[in-house]
Every structure is written in structure tokens, then in C-alpha cells.
T-cell receptor, first 116, second 111 residues
Framework: GAGVSQSPRYKVAKRGQDVALRCDPI?????LFWYQQALGQGPEFLTY????????KSGLPSDRFFAERPEGSVSTLKIQRTQQEDSAVYLC??????????????FGDGTRLSIL | SQQGEEDPQALSIQEGENATMNCSYK?????LQWYRQNSGRGLVHLIL???NEREKHSGRLRVTLDTSKKSSSLLITASRAADTASYFC???????????WGAGTKLIIKP
């Protein structure tokens, strides 16, 4: 199917390591979002891309978190010097047009990150 | 930060019964969306209701919105085992690109 694809599905890293999480949005989707979801909680917004432009990164918890979408399609979320509190599920979502709040978001199945 | 609160946090009912979940939010909105999340999976969009709408239907789903009370409800009629999932409401904020999510209602349908 042509849904949102995230890789890897599971990632285990030692504290202090860098990790990179990948998102392949639905082809042609302009908007791309990254969320962090703790167990038993709703998603927390991290950042938003409109094509290649990162228009909102206000949800990134620290300067250890960095996201990019250089060609307006695939996006990577990078976490440097990981800490235990970074353990969570990281979800990527895309939507068709520029974000105006009135469109559905299409989600990948997420990457479950565990920091030991 | 999360603006929405779902109520109840967990709900367990028999197959065939109706399930009602509620969502309250804090600030004015343009749109409210409901999503379903099966365990270990991503979220799936169910329905969107605009702030000038009071009720919307989609199959076995009925959503209401009361902007004066800043609340919404999701009704699933004639529940099935496959409806077992967590359900989240999400609202848009006027001035940025974020959807604000509640903590969800965990629904269990007993066969």
C-alpha cells in the first residue's frame, strides 16, 4: 500500500548514542509532522514541515533533537546524545495540502525507541 | 502540552452495546478530529467536525460538538470486537501548525 512508512520499527540504543529515524510520507503529501508518544498518552507535537521548509519546531524538547526533509519528501528525525527520557514511540504523519487544521493526518506505525 | 481530556480513561463493554467517549478542550477551535489507535500501530483518522457543525455521522460513528461547553462526544453504535482500541480527540489551534491531542480513551469490547 501507499501509506506512511517509518523505519526502523524498533530501535534500542545505549545512552549517549545518536539515533536517526526515517519517515516516508504518502507520495505528493505537502505536510509532514513528527510526534512523540509516551506509553498511555496522546501524541505530543514535535515539528512540522511544509514541503522542505520546517515551519514549526516549537515542540522539539531540546537542541539534541533535529529534523530535516531536504527534498520535500522523506524526513529524518535525529536525536543526539540520547537520554533515557527520550524512550518513546516516535510517530510520523503526513497530510495532502498545506496545513490548515481541516485535513486528516495519515500516520505511520511509528518507531519504538528504547534507550538503555 | 495536551489540551484535550478524554473521559472515561478506559471503557469496557459487551459486543453489541454502544460506546460513548467524551473529549473536553480548553481554547477555541476551528476543527476537532477523532482518531483510533490499535495497540502498537499508528493513528487512523475517523472523522472531522468543524466548529460550525453540531453533529456528524460516518457509518456506526456519531460525533457531536458543543463549542459553548468546549466538548465533543464520539458514539460507536453496535460495537464489535474489532473496535477495541484507544480513541483520541485532537483540536487545531488558531495560530500554529499543531494538533493538540488528548490522552485518549482505551475501549475494550468483550465478545
Amino acid at each position: 500500500g501507499a501509506g506512511v512508512s517509518q523505519s526502523p520499527r524498533y530501535k534500542v540504543a545505549k545512552r549517549g548514542q545518536d539515533v536517526a529515524l526515517r519517515c516516508d510520507p504518502i507520495s505528493g503529501h505537502v505536510s509532514l509532522f513528527w510526534y512523540q508518544q509516551a506509553l498511555g498518552q496522546g501524541p505530543e507535537f514535535l515539528t512540522y514541515f511544509q514541503n522542505e521548509a520546517q515551519l514549526d519546531k516549537s515542540g522539539l524538547p531540546s537542541d539534541r533533537f533535529f529534523a530535516e526533509r531536504p527534498e520535500g519528501s522523506v524526513s529524518t528525525l535525529k536525536i543526539q546524545r540520547t537520554q533515557q527520557e527520550d524512550s518513546a514511540v516516535y510517530l510520523c504523519a503526513s497530510s495532502l495540502g498545506r496545513w490548515r487544521g481541516n485535513q486528516p493526518q495519515h500516520f505511520g506505525d511509528g518507531t519504538r525507541l528504547s534507550i538503555l | 502540552s495536551q489540551q484535550g481530556e478524554e473521559d472515561p480513561q478506559a471503557l469496557s463493554i459487551q459486543e453489541g452495546e454502544n460506546a460513548t467517549m467524551n473529549c473536553s478542550y480548553k481554547t477555541s477551535i476551528n476543527n476537532l478530529q477523532w482518531y483510533r489507535q490499535n495497540s502498537g500501530r499508528g493513528l487512523v483518522h475517523l472523522i472531522l467536525i468543524r466548529s460550525n457543525e453540531r453533529e456528524k455521522h460516518s457509518g456506526r460513528l456519531r460525533v457531536t460538538l458543543d463549542t459553548s461547553k468546549k466538548s465533543s462526544s464520539l458514539l460507536i453504535t453496535a460495537s464489535r470486537a474489532a473496535d477495541t482500541a484507544s480513541y483520541f480527540c485532537a483540536t487545531d489551534a488558531d495560530s500554529n501548525y499543531q494538533l493538540i491531542w488528548g490522552a485518549g480513551t482505551k475501549l475494550i469490547i468483550k465478545p
